[in-house]
């Protein structure tokens, strides 16, 4: 993708009565909701909650998977050797496997009773997920600084977006600035073969998925969703190894 294919995606939905094909909220759906999801060719709530399940259960699984493999490699008698080698396996996956678990209650349950979160709460949460990955995190946003739910669910799944689009690795610049009432998130990462795939591509604009991978299509259509409902817009920016998210919504 060039610089010549810079787009915004509106995400604002549509006026009272009307259906867009661009806002589907996942946790608004009606029966009216639900029809307009399958004329636009979005999947239905129940397929988009499957779709969402079957992606935490990728994430959490291979952290758990990794756990099991110490245990057994602790009860093996054969293998007393590698004790040392069991425990670290151990210890570095129950660490990212409860990362992950914190990140989705904020990212994408309801689970949490807090309303509003400061940039340290959601720094903490976003670079335990980090942790595992190649990329590096520059987090420039005030520690005081609040957001609400709406913005920090944004926060975070752009976050981990622009950290999975630098696979070789590189750095994953986030910020956050409020004027006249309007929050605008950016997440600016560089690295080697920076880039997002064409079905993430499809969720921000709130297309539905044509072709690829739903695992890799479910998360930043949420993110979609997420603005969407809140009356916000994305952009994205790409260039030669580097791109740029830029989520632009209501203060409050």
Same mark, same amino acid.
């Given at each position: 993708?060039?610089m010549?294919?810079?787009?915004?995606?509106?995400?604002?939905?549509a006026? !009272?009565?009307?259906t867009?094909?661009d806002?589907?909220? !996942?946790?608004?759906?009606?029966?009216?909701?639900?029809?307009?999801?399958?004329?636009?060719?979005?999947p239905?709530r129940?397929?988009l909650?499957?779709?969402?399940?079957?992606?935490?259960c990728?994430?959490?699984?291979?952290?758990?998977?990794a756990?099991m493999?110490?245990?057994?490699?602790?009860?093996?008698?054969?293998?007393?050797?590698?004790?040392q080698e069991?425990?670290n396996?151990?210890?570095?996956s129950?660490k990212?496997?409860?990362?992950?678990v914190?990140?989705?209650?904020v990212?994408f349950?309801?689970a949490? #009773?807090?309303?509003a979160f400061?940039?340290?709460?959601?720094?903490?949460?976003l670079?335990?997920v980090?942790?595992?990955?190649?990329a590096?995190?520059?987090?420039r946003?005030a520690?005081? #600084?609040?957001?609400?739910k709406p913005?920090?669910?944004?926060?975070?799944n752009v976050?981990?977006?622009?950290g999975?689009?630098?696979?070789?690795?590189?750095?994953?610049?986030?910020?956050?600035v409020?004027?006249?009432? #309007?929050l605008?998130?950016?997440?600016?990462g560089?690295g080697?073969?920076a880039r997002?795939?064409?079905?993430?591509?499809? !969720?921000?604009?709130g297309?539905?998925?044509?072709?690829?991978?739903?695992?890799?299509?479910?998360?930043?259509?949420?993110?979609?969703?997420?603005?969407?409902? !809140?009356?916000?817009?994305?952009?994205?920016e790409?260039?030669?190894?580097a791109?740029v998210?830029t989520?632009?919504?209501?203060?409050n």
């Amino acid at each position: 993708m060039s610089m010549d294919d810079i787009f915004t995606l509106q995400a604002s939905g549509a006026s !009272a009565g009307e259906t867009s094909r661009d806002a589907v909220s !996942a946790t608004e759906a009606t029966p009216e909701t639900a029809a307009a999801s399958e004329t636009s060719g979005l999947p239905g709530r129940h397929e988009l909650a499957t779709q969402m399940v079957a992606k935490l259960c990728h994430d959490f699984i291979s952290p758990a998977g990794a756990i099991m493999s110490g245990l057994d490699l602790l009860e093996d008698p054969s293998a007393q050797d590698m004790k040392q080698e069991a425990l670290n396996l151990i210890s570095t996956s129950a660490k990212k496997l409860v990362a992950l678990v914190y990140f989705a209650r904020v990212a994408f349950g309801a689970a949490t #009773t807090s309303e509003a979160f400061s940039a340290a709460q959601l720094y903490k949460i976003l670079n335990d997920v980090y942790a595992s990955m190649r990329a590096e995190l520059d987090f420039r946003i005030a520690p005081e #600084t609040i957001f609400e739910k709406p913005a920090a669910r944004a926060l975070l799944n752009v976050g981990l977006l622009i950290g999975n689009s630098l696979p070789m690795g590189g750095k994953a610049r986030l910020e956050a600035v409020t004027e006249d009432g #309007t929050l605008t998130i950016t997440a600016d990462g560089r690295g080697p073969r920076a880039r997002l795939k064409p079905e993430a591509v499809e !969720a921000l604009a709130g297309k539905p998925l044509s072709d690829g991978l739903a695992g890799q299509w479910i998360q930043p259509h949420w993110l979609h969703s997420v603005v969407s409902e !809140a009356g916000g817009t994305i952009a994205v920016e790409a260039e030669t190894d580097a791109l740029v998210l830029t989520v632009t919504m209501p203060a409050n």
